[in-house]
């Protein structure tokens, strides 16, 4: 069974960037499609960026658009999310997720990371 560990998460000003990390174990990155989700307090936990198992296809949300990135390490046991131009409205609790089909739907993610803190602050 596959596991996730999320690190990377902080505190840092709007405008600037943060890199968050996904270490993937007991699999590889290139076995499932992987996510990253976000989790705002009193919101849902929506999808910021997804990453087909052959690392071709990529799919953002319009509020991440042009600021996120997420790719993978060429081991494939490592993917991560890169942030720029960071908002305070992206504070939230990041997570790391692996499922079996691509898609930006949580509920098609079968494996999920424990989560990191990520603050803007303004």
């Known amino acids: 069974q596959v596991q996730l560990v999320e690190s990377g998460g902080g505190l840092v000003q709007a405008g600037g960037s943060l890199r968050l990390s996904c270490a993937v174990s007991?699999?590889?990155?290139?076995?499932?499609?992987m996510g990253w989700f976000r989790r705002a307090p009193g919101k849902e936990r929506d999808v910021v960026a997804a990453?087909?198992?052959?690392?071709?296809?990529?799919y953002y949300p319009d509020s991440v658009k042009g600021r996120f990135t997420i790719s993978r390490s060429n081991a494939r046991t490592t993917v991560y999310l890169q942030m720029n131009s960071l908002k305070p409205e992206d504070s939230a609790v990041y997570y790391c997720?692996?499922?079996?089909?691509?898609?930006?739907?949580?509920?098609?993610?079968?494996?999920w990371g424990q989560g990191t803190q990520v603050t803007v602050s303004s």
């Open positions: 997720a692996a499922g079996q089909q691509f898609s930006h739907m949580y509920r098609d993610y079968d494996f």
């Open positions: 007991g699999g590889t990155a290139s076995s499932y499609t």
């Open positions: 990453l087909s198992r052959s690392g071709l296809t990529t």
